[in-house]
Protein backbone atom coordinates (compact mmCIF):
# COMPACT_ATOMS: atom_id res chain seq x y z
CA UNK A 1 0.00 0.00 0.00
CA UNK A 2 2.34 2.39 0.88
CA UNK A 3 4.34 1.87 -2.42
CA UNK A 4 1.74 2.23 -4.47
CA UNK A 5 0.64 5.72 -2.40
CA UNK A 6 4.17 6.62 -2.88
CA UNK A 7 4.39 5.60 -6.98
CA UNK A 8 0.93 7.60 -7.76
CA UNK A 9 0.93 10.86 -5.21
CA UNK A 10 0.07 13.47 -8.55
CA UNK A 11 -3.17 12.92 -10.36
CA UNK A 12 -0.80 12.08 -13.33
CA UNK A 13 0.73 9.42 -11.65
CA UNK A 14 -2.90 7.99 -11.04
CA UNK A 15 -3.75 8.23 -14.79
CA UNK A 16 -0.77 5.93 -15.05
CA UNK A 17 -1.25 3.47 -12.37
CA UNK A 18 -4.88 3.16 -14.13
CA UNK A 19 -3.43 2.73 -17.47
CA UNK A 20 -1.39 -0.48 -15.95
CA UNK A 21 -4.36 -2.05 -14.26
CA UNK A 22 -6.21 -1.56 -17.35
CA UNK A 23 -3.32 -2.90 -19.59
CA UNK A 24 -2.72 -5.54 -17.29
CA UNK A 25 -6.44 -7.11 -16.78
CA UNK A 26 -7.45 -6.19 -20.69
CA UNK A 27 -8.49 -9.81 -21.37
CA UNK A 28 -10.25 -10.12 -17.76
CA UNK A 29 -12.84 -7.46 -17.25
CA UNK A 30 -13.54 -8.71 -14.22
CA UNK A 31 -10.35 -8.44 -12.59
CA UNK A 32 -9.98 -5.29 -13.47
CA UNK A 33 -13.50 -4.08 -11.91
CA UNK A 34 -12.24 -5.99 -8.81
CA UNK A 35 -8.51 -3.98 -8.91
CA UNK A 36 -10.57 -0.36 -9.16
CA UNK A 37 -12.33 -1.31 -6.22
CA UNK A 38 -9.76 -2.69 -4.44
CA UNK A 39 -7.50 0.90 -5.02
CA UNK A 40 -10.63 2.64 -4.11
CA UNK A 41 -11.59 0.86 -1.21
CA UNK A 42 -7.79 1.70 -0.07
CA UNK A 43 -8.30 5.23 -0.84
CA UNK A 44 -4.56 4.90 -3.32
CA UNK A 45 -7.31 6.44 -6.04
CA UNK A 46 -10.06 9.31 -5.60
CA UNK A 47 -13.61 8.70 -7.89
CA UNK A 48 -12.55 11.84 -9.74
CA UNK A 49 -9.64 9.55 -10.68
CA UNK A 50 -11.61 6.62 -12.07
CA UNK A 51 -13.78 8.75 -14.05
CA UNK A 52 -11.50 10.88 -15.66
CA UNK A 53 -9.65 7.95 -17.11
CA UNK A 54 -12.57 6.46 -18.51
CA UNK A 55 -13.27 9.60 -20.24
CA UNK A 56 -9.82 10.03 -21.22
CA UNK A 57 -8.58 9.56 -24.44
CA UNK A 58 -7.23 6.42 -25.44
CA UNK A 59 -3.52 5.08 -24.29
CA UNK A 60 -1.47 3.27 -27.12
CA UNK A 61 -1.53 -0.97 -25.43
CA UNK A 62 -4.62 -0.17 -23.44
CA UNK A 63 -8.07 -1.97 -24.41
CA UNK A 64 -9.66 -0.21 -27.13
CA UNK A 65 -12.45 2.07 -25.56
CA UNK A 66 -15.93 2.68 -27.26
CA UNK A 67 -18.98 4.16 -25.42
CA UNK A 68 -20.23 0.84 -25.69
CA UNK A 69 -18.04 -0.56 -23.48
CA UNK A 70 -19.58 -2.53 -20.56
CA UNK A 71 -16.63 -2.90 -18.40
CA UNK A 72 -16.23 1.27 -19.15
CA UNK A 73 -19.88 1.70 -17.71
CA UNK A 74 -19.27 -1.01 -15.01
CA UNK A 75 -16.31 1.10 -13.47
CA UNK A 76 -18.38 4.32 -13.32
CA UNK A 77 -20.55 2.11 -11.00
CA UNK A 78 -17.94 0.83 -9.07
CA UNK A 79 -17.03 4.86 -8.46
CA UNK A 80 -20.57 5.50 -7.87
CA UNK A 81 -21.15 2.70 -5.67
CA UNK A 82 -18.12 3.64 -3.64
CA UNK A 83 -19.36 7.78 -3.38
CA UNK A 84 -22.48 6.07 -2.34
CA UNK A 85 -20.99 4.26 0.72
CA UNK A 86 -18.62 6.97 1.64
CA UNK A 87 -21.71 9.56 1.85
CA UNK A 88 -23.73 7.12 4.06
CA UNK A 89 -20.26 6.52 6.66
CA UNK A 90 -20.46 10.21 6.43
CA UNK A 91 -23.94 10.90 7.51
CA UNK A 92 -23.35 7.93 10.32
CA UNK A 93 -20.48 10.02 11.71
CA UNK A 94 -22.44 12.77 11.81
CA UNK A 95 -25.16 11.24 13.00
CA UNK A 96 -23.02 10.01 15.84
CA UNK A 97 -21.38 13.10 16.72
CA UNK A 98 -24.77 14.46 16.66
CA UNK A 99 -26.09 12.33 19.03
CA UNK A 100 -22.84 12.68 21.36
CA UNK A 101 -23.10 16.63 21.30
CA UNK A 102 -26.69 16.22 22.59
CA UNK A 103 -25.35 13.68 25.44
CA UNK A 104 -23.00 16.80 26.16
CA UNK A 105 -25.57 19.50 26.56
CA UNK A 106 -27.98 17.00 28.63
CA UNK A 107 -25.25 16.22 31.37
CA UNK A 108 -24.36 20.20 31.15
CA UNK A 109 -27.77 21.12 31.69
CA UNK A 110 -28.07 18.53 34.41
CA UNK A 111 -24.85 19.34 36.08
CA UNK A 112 -26.03 22.98 36.10
CA UNK A 113 -29.05 22.49 37.88
CA UNK A 114 -27.02 20.47 40.35
CA UNK A 115 -24.63 23.04 40.82
CA UNK A 116 -27.28 26.16 40.92
CA UNK A 117 -28.52 24.24 43.81
CA UNK A 118 -25.47 23.45 45.71
CA UNK A 119 -24.63 27.48 45.04
CA UNK A 120 -27.65 28.62 46.83
CA UNK A 121 -27.44 26.06 49.51
CA UNK A 122 -23.39 27.62 49.88
CA UNK A 123 -24.64 31.25 50.11
CA UNK A 124 -27.30 30.31 53.00
CA UNK A 125 -24.35 28.52 54.86
CA UNK A 126 -22.38 31.44 54.19
CA UNK A 127 -24.41 34.12 55.11
CA UNK A 128 -25.59 32.51 58.02
CA UNK A 129 -21.52 32.40 59.09
CA UNK A 130 -20.95 35.94 58.75
CA UNK A 131 -24.44 36.85 60.18
CA UNK A 132 -23.16 34.29 63.54
CA UNK A 133 -19.81 36.22 63.70
CA UNK A 134 -21.54 39.62 63.27
CA UNK A 135 -23.21 39.07 66.66
CA UNK A 136 -20.28 38.41 68.52
Request: negative net charge; aromatic residues 8%.
Amino acid sequence: MVLLRNLSPSPSKKQDLLHAVSTFWRRNGQFHLIVLDKLLQYRLLEPSDVIDWVFSPQVEGEKRKTWADLDLWSAVAVVLRTLESRTEAGKGRVEGLKREQETREAEKSAQGETAEGDGGESFLCLSFILCSSADV
